[in-house]
């Protein structure tokens, strides 16, 4: 997996400046939060503001994303 170093920051910059993680998370869809220079975290933008999202679609994503991951799940299983 490729990870662009734009959307990588560290736990500090997160604790001091989370409003502004939370724009770049809005904007790149996702940030990865880093301890140590290790990827901790990954904080993702999933609605538009005030856009509401139902049970059903969420259960929807739910499955999606751990479909999409079944791999990493048996890896980390092992």
Same mark, same amino acid.
């Given at each position: *997996?490729?990870?662009?170093?734009?959307? *990588?920051?560290?736990? $500090?910059?997160?604790?001091? #400046?989370?409003?502004?993680? /939370?724009k *770049?998370?809005?904007?790149?869809?996702?940030i990865?939060?880093?301890? #140590? #220079?290790?990827?901790?975290?990954?904080?993702?933008?999933?609605?538009?503001? #005030?856009?509401?999202?139902?049970?059903n679609?969420?259960?929807?994503? /739910?499955?999606?994303? $751990?479909?999409?991951?079944?791999?990493?799940?048996?890896?980390? /299983?092992?």
């Amino acid at each position: *997996m490729l990870i662009d170093s734009r959307t *990588m920051v560290s736990i $500090t910059e997160v604790n001091q #400046n989370f409003s502004r993680v /939370a724009k *770049m998370a809005e904007e790149t869809g996702a940030i990865y939060v880093l301890k #140590n #220079n290790k990827p901790l975290l990954k904080i993702s933008y999933i609605a538009q503001e #005030n856009e509401e999202v139902g049970d059903n679609e969420a259960l929807e994503l /739910a499955a999606q994303l $751990t479909q999409r991951s079944q791999k990493s799940y048996e890896v980390l /299983a092992q």
